[in-house]
């Protein structure tokens, strides 16, 4: 049995407000859209099943690259506030160190560029928060 194999897919807002998917290290493109990143997942999974199923209903093998494949989703900044939407942005900007303000610009899309220093500071806080969260414990 063959195993799985992952491949990336990015997730970024459109200048147009809308979520775009794409494969960028697949022979075969695959893409998603919607004006969520939900909506996008769906459209990209659903593309997924149409590429397959076009191989399969003209009796043709499935490509070496599609079978069994999975995906591990990346996100530009406001894809991940836009799917994670219950994170509070102000509070979060505090915790990581960055000006809330500008924080609610790389949200909006509204300011494409962020330098790699502040990404860091984002996804180590994204960490912080999740191993705490992975150790929470209630009591009866």
Request: aromatic fraction near 12%.
């Amino acid at each position: 049995m063959k195993a799985k194999r992952s491949a990336t897919a990015l997730i970024e807002k459109g200048k147009d407000g809308t979520f775009g998917i794409f494969t960028p290290e697949l022979k075969h493109s695959i893409i998603g859209e919607g004006a969520t990143v939900i909506e996008a997942k769906e459209d990209f999974q659903n593309s997924v099943v149409e590429i397959i199923a076009s191989y399969t209903g003209e009796g043709k093998e499935v490509p070496d690259e599609l079978k069994g494949i999975t995906f591990e989703y990346k996100y530009d900044i406001a894809s991940f506030f836009d799917y994670y939407d219950f994170i509070n942005v102000s509070k979060f900007a505090e915790r990581a160190g960055i000006n809330p303000s500008l924080l609610r610009q790389y949200k909006s899309g509204s300011t494409k560029y962020i330098s790699e220093t502040q990404m860091k500071k984002i996804e180590s806080a994204l960490h912080e928060v999740g191993n705490e969260l992975s150790n929470v414990q209630f009591i009866v």
